[in-house]
Nanobody, 118 residues
Framework: QVQLVESGGGSVQAGGSLRLSCAAS?????MGWFRQAPGKERERIAT???????TYAESVKGRFTISKDNAKNILYLQMNSLNAEESAMYYC???????????????WGQGTQVTVSS
């Protein structure tokens, strides 16, 4: 059973930055981040595969950076220039190549709350 544990959420003012982390219990080909705000659909934010190939949602391109420490199996999401509309629960997710190709993730973390105040 794969376990994903997120950390790094919190409160920040608009325009500020946060870095999220996700520790995985084992090496996984594809990892990424989703977010979901109350009453809104889940949004796919970014993915990274074992070759370092990254994908980003248009809404976060240029502001968010996904990275991974392969030796430690830790995934990161550096978020800059945050705005209030990005307040949400952020989830780490992981899966096989299919996930990085646009499919569904197999495993999910418990989520970490990000609150951006305007």
């Amino acid at each position: 059973q794969v376990q994903l544990v997120e950390s790094g959420g919190g409160s920040v003012q608009a325009g500020g930055s946060l870095r999220l982390s996700c520790a995985a219990s084992t090496e996984i080909y594809c990892m990424g981040w989703f977010r979901q705000a109350p009453g809104k659909e889940r949004e796919r934010i970014a993915t990274i595969d074992s070759d370092g190939i990254r994908t980003y949602a248009e809404s976060v391109k240029g502001r968010f950076t996904i990275s991974k420490d392969n030796a430690k199996n830790i995934l990161y999401l550096q978020m800059n220039s945050l705005n209030a509309e990005e307040s949400a629960m952020y989830y780490c997710a992981a899966g096989a190549k299919r996930y990085c190709d646009g499919g569904d993730a197999y495993w999910w973390g418990q989520g970490t709350q990000v609150t951006v105040s305007s």
